[in-house]
């Protein structure tokens, strides 16, 4: 990482370490279906730390996923989605992020970093809006960030094909990730 100093100031900016508050925090996906619309998901267990450091590039993220708390709304898919064609939970239960450098791009941030998913791991960006560093209601700080990133799952090992009459596949290959983080200051 860097260590240059941030060249933007940011309201409210603390430096610390940060949990994900899971009442208010959402890591969801949405894949192309049957090349007609977008099935959208999302993980309800997994852990987020934030590490903000007085130099905001020297600050760092890792993330760590249950799989298994896959959930779309429909059991029966879930279960699908858990089996051998596609996260195989059993041998992989977790996906994992860990950031390697922070960067300005334009009116934003970019977080670089490496995922491991289904035993592969590759470099994958992290658009990033910091919304902003605010006190709640109970004495403590809260932190609010946006992230997006789109994998391809071929890359990492899901490779199902399952081809349509009409042309196509049933489960498109990019994968869009989204991450809705309100994070919690430790003390």
Do not use: C
Request: cysteine-free; overall charge negative.
């Amino acid at each position: 990482m860097s260590s240059a100093p941030a060249t933007i100031e940011i309201p409210g900016y603390r430096s610390g370490t940060w949990k994900a508050d899971p009442v208010h925090s959402e890591i969801a996906f949405s894949v192309r279906h049957l090349m007609i619309n977008k099935l959208r998901g999302r993980f309800t267990a997994y852990d987020v730390t934030i590490v903000t450091s007085e130099d905001l590039l020297a600050s760092s993220v890792a993330v760590t996923i249950d799989l298994a708390s896959i959930d779309t709304g429909n059991e029966l898919r879930d279960n699908h989605l858990r089996a051998a064609d596609y996260l195989k939970v059993e041998k992989y239960p977790t996906m994992s992020y860990r950031s390697t450098g922070i960067r300005r791009t334009g009116d934003g941030w970019a977080i670089d970093g490496e995922l491991t998913l289904h035993g592969v791991t590759r470099q994958v960006p992290l658009a990033v809006e910091v919304n902003g560093f605010s006190p709640d209601q109970w004495g403590g700080q809260r932190a609010g960030f946006s992230a997006t990133a789109e994998i391809n799952r071929r890359d990492f090992g899901i490779d199902i094909s399952v081809p349509l009459d009409a042309g196509g596949v049933a489960v498109g290959d990019k994968v869009s990730i989204s991450l809705e983080i309100q994070a919690v200051l430790q003390k």
